[in-house]
């Protein structure tokens, strides 16, 4: 019996997702995936970024979704499925020239996505860019009564996610070593937002 699911949501945000990812993803070079879901994603921007390796990882009860839809896409460019929790464990060994991540910092505890902001510090390169797709809220407000639902419905499941703060994941970012390039306005109320790997200035006594 086929492991592989469907989420209708992808298919509404994958375009929109593309045309900020065309600008930004040049060339060849690797990006990892974080909480790759059911690997709808990775199909389809790996088809796109034909030169670009798309790694996959999530936690391992979503790795059978993923591998499927990896199969049936015939792709040569995507690997992984990689194991990866946030907060347990390590980012793969390998050098990364960018990360996508869509639909996770609201899902994860605050803790957990401080966790991610300080090992997407140490991992990445200089000039490597991550891209952060999904809801956020401005000044500590919703830009939406829906999305104030959502975050309703996300605490009921689980009461330790909920939508983030831009705020918050811009100083926490910054404080990683990474600086804003730009917030980019999505449908339906979502952002993508994409940060670059400053470069490291030595100080003088070191």
Partial sequence: MSEKIYAP??????????EVLKQYITGKGKLLEIGSGTGQHAVYFANHFKKLIWVT???KDNHKTIKEWVKESGL???QGPKVLKIGVDDFPKEPYSYVFTAN???IMSWKEAKALFKLLG??????????FYGPFNYE???TSESNRLFDESLKIRDEKSGIRNFEDVLQNMNKAGFKL???HEMPVNNRLLVFERMLYKAKKDE
């Fill in 104 to 106: 996770t910092l609201h």
């Fill in 9 to 18: 949501a992808v298919d509404r945000n994958k375009e929109p997702i593309l």
């Fill in 76 to 78: 040569e460019n995507i």
């Fill in 122 to 131: 140490k991992r990445l390169r200089e000039g490597s860019l991550a891209f």
């Fill in 57 to 59: 990882s999530d936690i």
């Fill in 181 to 183: 390039l730009k917030d």
């Fill in 140 to 142: 500590c407000a919703f």
